[in-house]
């Protein structure tokens, strides 16, 4: 577990009808980050089964420096201008990892 690590965490609320063209719009970022941005690690593209409309991403990255060039490159601003016109709300988030629980392996 490194604790050190930032995690990067947007909720999102897309528009109604919206939702695959979101899922299109985050996916293709995505990729150009894992392939483009250093300190990129895993990126994860969850839905509420409960309410459609709302995403969450998250993923984690080497270090906040990383987290904060990408957030500064021109991409990352074309990004966001146009999953805004698909979403009514985005929060982003940074955190950081205070505990984790792996899975406990049952001896036979």
């Known amino acids: ?61 080497e270090d906040n420096e990383a987290v904060a060039e990408w957030r500064s490159r021109p991409e990352f601003k074309a990004f966001v201008t146009r999953v805004r016109e698909v979403c009514d709300e985005f929060n982003p988030h940074t955190l950081r990892l205070v505990a984790h629980v792996e899975p406990r392996s049952e001896s036979k």
């Open 1 to 61: 577990m490194n604790e050190e690590r930032p995690w990067t965490l947007g909720i999102w609320m897309v528009k109604h009808g919206q939702e695959e063209a979101f899922r299109e719009v985050w996916t293709s970022f995505a990729e150009w980050t894992a392939r483009h941005q250093r300190g990129a690690l895993e990126a994860y593209l969850l839905q509420n089964t409960q309410q459609p409309q709302q995403f969450f991403t998250f993923g984690p990255w």
